[in-house]
């Protein structure tokens, strides 16, 4: 086996099974839920070598929260949160946005304190669910596939 081919192998497991793809990506949904933004790389990072998972498979579910998708997914969490913990969001409409400096973070952070454990929590719940989702989905889909390969035509 050549040093490219062994490289390949050790970074994206070709020969890993639909469940063990799917495994993989499915983490990495889950991690980009994760109410520890910034992290992710190094949830992700530590998760593949930890579950000895597909690096890339996982750092690709993980761009399921990209910049485009941040605000709307961490937002439904929040959201769901709020209605898990039964804590009102009627505290966001009164922040003062006009606010300049670090008195407007200062005022920022106080208004957000009760919604933390919402934003934990509901993320939480919502990265394992779209996790979970995920798993199967990409399953079936990847034995599906395998099995028409396999298959003569």
């Not at 709307?72 to 209605?83: K, R, V």
């Amino acid at each position: 086996m050549s040093r490219w081919q062994q490289l390949r192998h050790v970074l994206f497991h070709v020969e890993d099974t639909p469940h063990r793809t799917a495994l993989a990506f499915a983490t990495g949904v889950f991690i980009a839920f994760s109410p520890l933004v910034g992290f992710h790389w190094a949830l992700a990072l530590g998760t593949a070598f930890a579950l000895r998972l597909n690096r890339v498979a996982v750092f690709l579910g993980t761009y399921v929260n990209n910049p485009w998708t941040l605000a709307p997914l961490y937002l439904a969490g929040t959201a769901l949160g709020c209605a898990m913990l039964n804590v009102s969001p009627d505290g966001l409409a009164t922040i003062e946005w006009h606010r300049h400096g670090w008195d407007f973070y200062a005022h920022l952070m106080e208004h957000l304190k009760p919604y933390l454990w919402p934003y934990v929590l509901g993320n939480t719940v919502l990265g394992a669910a779209a996790g979970a989702a995920t798993y199967f989905i990409l399953r079936a889909l990847l034995e599906r596939r395998a099995r028409r390969t396999v298959m003569p035509e």
